[in-house]
């Protein structure tokens, strides 16, 4: 099993900025992609950004040029830079994770709510 822990979420002004972390425990050696999604009230999980151990990276189109996902593999941690946020990032957002068995682990969750 794989636990992982988010950190990070807060309220913050639209146009500001925020930084989420997601450390991953327990049987972390075949991890191999991890990321972020996130959910808004009333609508679908969706993905944000996600990242491989070999540095493959992907983003949603509504994310790109404003966040950023990086990955310390040695602290099995993944962040999610957020910059010039919108009302509409707001979200409860998730981190997960992918083991080489395509199993998929999920944290709690971090909500994320932008003001206008």
């Known amino acids: 099993q794989v636990q992982l822990v988010e950190s990070g979420g807060d309220l913050v002004q639209a146009g500001g900025s925020l930084r989420l972390a997601c450390a991953a425990s327990?049987?972390?050696?075949?991890?191999?992609?991890m990321g972020w999604y996130r959910q808004a009230p009333g609508k679908q999980r969706e993905l944000v950004a996600t990242?491989?151990?070999?540095?493959?990276?992907a983003y949603a189109d509504s994310v790109k040029g404003r966040f950023t996902i990086s990955r310390d593999n040695n602290q099995n941690t993944v962040y999610l830079q957020m910059n010039s946020l919108k009302p509409e990032d707001t979200a409860v957002y998730y981190c997960?994770?992918?083991?080489?068995?395509?199993?998929?682990?999920w944290g709690q969750g971090t909500q994320v709510t932008v003001s206008s």
């Open positions: 997960s994770a992918v083991d080489t068995n395509n199993r998929i682990f």
């Open positions: 327990g049987s972390i050696f075949n991890l191999n992609v």
């Open positions: 990242i491989a151990r070999g540095g493959n990276i």
